[in-house]
């Protein structure tokens, strides 16, 4: 974390700009929200669509937090996983979203709810879906994300975490999931992790469970029970 800062400060310092704390201040900010929104559709409908067989049936009302612009959440309904989203991101992705939700006959099962999952109340649901998003932070704040969706969890007794992530120690993708790993840590304030890892994390925010489906492609999906 050190050296990401001290990388920030150096740019900082060459380009006489303010470089943001985090780097979302600056993605979720004018046009460029829209650029980044639609990059993260096409990467979601190419990365996510393996990964969707391997989830659950039932999944009941799903809440997809950090969830874009509704990729992934598209590909659920359209597979029959579950009976609604909930799409949960910042204001300036709605925006995105619109543009799909117009034209993609899933979205009739799919809303958008507006927030920051740090600061605002997550919307209640059966089950949490989080996709590409905790490789994007570091251990303190994917804590603090998870013992939100816990605490959710707990109020309904029921109901399950799904996480979608690139894993180290997943044979298959191991060199691309080290490069991914150093491009996460320069440009955000996260990078990714083994299965131990998120095992910790899911303990430490109250999770007394947590299983790994592997699905032979370059992310796994780790699941975390009450």
Known sequence: D???????????????????ESPYD????????????????ELSQCTGRPLVPFLPERL????DVGGGSGAMASMIIAAEKATSVT????????????????????????????????????PFGDNYLLSNVLSNWD????????????????????????????LFGAKVSEYSTAVMHLNMMLHTQGGHRDIDEYKALLTQAGFSK?????????????????
């Open 2 to 20: 050190q050296g990401r800062k001290s990388i920030h400060k150096l740019e900082s310092i060459l380009t006489r700009e303010i470089i943001p």
């Open 26 to 41: 600056e993605i979720y900010n004018r046009d460029k929200s829209y650029s980044f929104a639609a990059a993260m559709w």
């Open 60 to 63: 009941g009302r799903l809440v």
């Open 87 to 122: 799409v949960f991101d910042l204001p300036d992705v709605e925006v995105e979203f619109r543009k799909h939700s117009d034209n993609v006959a899933e979205f009739h099962h799919i809303k958008f709810e507006s927030g920051n999952f740090f600061k605002d109340p997550l």
């Open 139 to 166: 251990d303190s704040s994917v804590a603090a994300i998870l013992g939100k969706i816990r605490e959710r969890l707990s109020a309904a007794g029921i109901g399950q975490v799904y996480i979608l992530e690139r």
């Open 210 to 226: 947590v299983e790994l489906i592997e699905t032979g492609n370059d992310r796994q999906i780790i699941v975390g029970s009450l």
